[in-house]
């Protein structure tokens, strides 16, 4: 990604035109130049800039975006596929969406209902409640 693209994003988070953008804005402005941080990673980043208070200048921007890790692989899709077949006990395609929630919310990165219920939006959903996750694990790394 240009420079041009780094400085056009945090002017787009600087809203005062500070030069200065928020910490707590960092994981959307990671995001926005095509990182996907962690919850766990913003956390330390914000806390390594002062805190969710402080704010940032370009300078310390650019070194972080930077950082070790910063531009991670988003992954294959069979990667993922495979870790939703675990719990598809028959190999059927599908999972229920009850059983996606509780994964989602409760293992590994855990996200809030909030942000699962926004993943979910534009998802085909059966009668029977349930998704198909290849359909799923496609349209998020389509995003």
């Known amino acids: 990604m240009s420079d041009k693209k ?10 005062k035109g500070t030069g200065k953008v928020s910490a707590s804005q960092l994981g959307d402005l990671l995001r926005a130049i095509g990182q996907n941080p962690s919850l766990q990673e913003i ?3 914000q ?3 002062g805190g969710e208070d402080a704010a940032l200048d370009y300078g310390k921007y650019i070194e972080l975006i930077n950082r070790e890790g910063g531009f991670k692989k988003v992954g294959q899709p ?7 077949q675990i719990f598809d006990k028959n190999l059927t395609g599908f999972i229920g969406v009850g059983e996606l929630k509780y994964i989602l919310t409760s293992i590994g990165e855990k996200l809030t209902e ?6 979910l ?7 029977d409640n349930t998704i198909d996750y290849v359909e799923f694990v496609k349209s998020i790394l389509a995003q």
Do not use: R
Not at 6 to 15: I, Q, R, S, T, W
Not at 78 to 84: G, L, N, S, T
Not at 121 to 127: L, T, V
């Open 47 to 49: 806390t390594s800039v």
């Open 78 to 84: 069979e990667d993922y596929i495979k870790a939703f």
């Open 121 to 127: 939006k534009g998802i085909n959903i059966s009668d």
């Open 114 to 119: 909030d942000e699962v219920d926004e993943l």
């Open 43 to 45: 956390s330390e980043l």
């Open 6 to 15: 780094y400085k056009d994003a945090f002017a787009l988070f600087d809203k």
